[in-house]
Structure formats: structure tokens, C-alpha cells
């Protein structure tokens, strides 16, 4: 696909002529918007990381998408969601462009790049969501979280790859493969120990990932 359709000029995006604009800043582990609130917006991530979460009536927090720049979330407004139907979230000092439901409806009609970029994007959240139910279905939890490790690196993008992921904790790990943080303590000594990850005591510095990691994937 031409690179044209992938990479949104977010800048440029902003410098358009009566376009209403808002850039916000969150630190880590701020909240972007709760699962409940009011649905009235879509936002582009220009830097950092977002964690997307819902929490059961029981309590319990599911990870469900950890997006990176270049991602749009709170597309929901768009189908005709009146609510959030779970929460954002920060996972790195994060600059988020906020467009609002009638300004994002407005320029995905009349700026083509905009929408080939959005379309995209929305395929590609079909896709990765069909690959989770499969992941979680027939994986075993030590694929998961290599499998959980490489999207956090983003392989598979058209970008390079980073080599060192976020900060993220190993409960927040556990939350998203769905096992326990035991089971991921395991098994990332076990990846650190076969050199397919690099880290530091509680993965304060972020984690190098190598990608020899994809070996744990592709075996059967």
C-alpha cells in the first residue's frame, strides 16, 4: 500500500484553515477518558502510548489495546456510541490530538488522505481483534505474551520497529495475555534468559525486545 494512506500529517492536519483544534498533554498512568463518560470525540495519538481497558461489574480490568502513535481511538462517537464503552489511558507521556464528532465527520469527507489514513486504520483494528479471539483461544499464555511483547514493538508495522517498548508493568501484562503475573514473571525471566528480551528489575527502563522473540510465536 502506498505510503501516502498510512502516514497522516497530523501538523499538517492542524494547520488546515477552519479547523477547530486541540492538543492535549497526559503524563503517565493519567486518564484520558473513563469507561462512562460522555462519547463526543475521536483522538490521534502524535506521541507516546494509550492503554484501552474495560472494567466487568465485578471490578475486574481487561486490557484490550495498547496503541502507539499514529493510532486513532474513541472512534466509537462515529457508530453512534453516546458513551464510552471503557477507559484510555497513558502508559508514557502522551500528546493526544482531540477532534470533535462533527469536525472529524466534516474532514473525513472532504480531505481523501485523511480518510484513506482512517479506513486503514479502522481495517486494521477489524483484523487485529480477529487475531486476539485466536491468540486467546488456541495460544498458549507463554505465545501470548510474546505475541503481547512484539505489538508493544510494534512489528509488523510499516514504521521500523522500536527496539525498547514503554515502561509497562507486569500486571498490566498479565491483564492483557489474561494469566497470572506469575505466570508472565516466568516466563519473561525465561525470554530474558534465551536473550529474546533485555530489562531491569521491574521494566522501570522499558524493555528491549529482539527480534528473535518471534521464534516463540512461529513455533509449534
Known amino acids: 500500500?502506498?505510503?501516502?494512506?498510512?502516514?497522516f500529517n497530523a501538523q499538517a492536519f492542524l494547520d488546515s484553515a477552519g479547523l477547530s483544534?486541540?492538543?492535549?498533554?497526559?503524563?503517565?498512568?493519567?486518564?484520558?477518558?473513563s469507561q462512562g463518560d460522555g462519547c463526543e470525540s475521536v483522538m490521534y495519538i502524535q506521541h507516546g502510548g494509550v492503554k484501552l481497558s474495560v472494567i466487568s461489574k465485578t471490578?475486574?480490568?481487561?486490557?484490550?489495546?495498547?496503541l502507539g502513535p499514529g493510532?486513532?481511538?474513541?472512534?466509537?462517537?462515529?457508530?453512534?456510541?453516546?458513551?464510552r464503552i471503557g477507559?484510555?489511558?497513558?502508559?508514557?507521556?502522551?500528546?493526544?490530538l482531540v477532534i470533535a464528532k462533527k469536525q472529524m465527520v466534516k474532514v473525513l469527507?472532504?480531505?481523501?488522505?485523511?480518510?484513506?489514513?482512517?479506513?486503514?486504520?479502522?481495517?486494521s483494528r477489524n483484523v487485529r481483534t480477529e487475531q486476539d479471539l485466536i491468540d486467546q483461544l488456541f495460544n498458549s499464555s507463554e505465545k501470548r505474551l510474546a505475541r503481547t511483547l512484539l505489538l508493544l514493538a510494534r512489528y509488523g508495522k510499516q514504521d521500523k520497529p522500536r527496539q525498547v517498548v514503554p515502561t509497562i508493568s507486569q500486571e498490566t501484562l498479565s491483564e492483557m495475555v489474561g494469566t497470572t503475573r506469575s505466570?508472565?514473571?516466568?516466563?519473561?525471566?525465561?525470554?530474558?534468559?534465551?536473550?529474546f528480551i533485555q530489562y531491569n528489575g521491574d521494566l522501570a527502563a522499558g524493555i528491549q525486545i529482539n527480534s528473535s522473540l518471534l521464534g516463540v510465536v512461529l513455533h509449534e
Not at 493510532?71 to 458513551?83: K, P, R, S, W
Open 59 to 66: 471490578g475486574r480490568e481487561a486490557v484490550v489495546a495498547m
Open 109 to 123: 469527507h472532504e480531505q481523501h488522505a485523511l480518510s484513506d489514513r482512517f479506513i486503514t486504520h479502522m481495517l
Open 21 to 33: 483544534k486541540k492538543i492535549v498533554e497526559y503524563s503517565r498512568a493519567e486518564v484520558i477518558f
Open 71 to 83: 493510532d486513532f481511538f474513541g472512534e466509537g462517537c462515529l457508530a453512534g456510541q453516546t458513551v
Open 1 to 7: 500500500m502506498a505510503k501516502s494512506t498510512t502516514a
Open 183 to 195: 505466570r508472565v514473571n516466568f516466563f519473561m525471566n525465561k525470554f530474558k534468559r534465551l536473550g
Open 87 to 96: 477507559s484510555a489511558t497513558a502508559i508514557t507521556p502522551t500528546k493526544v
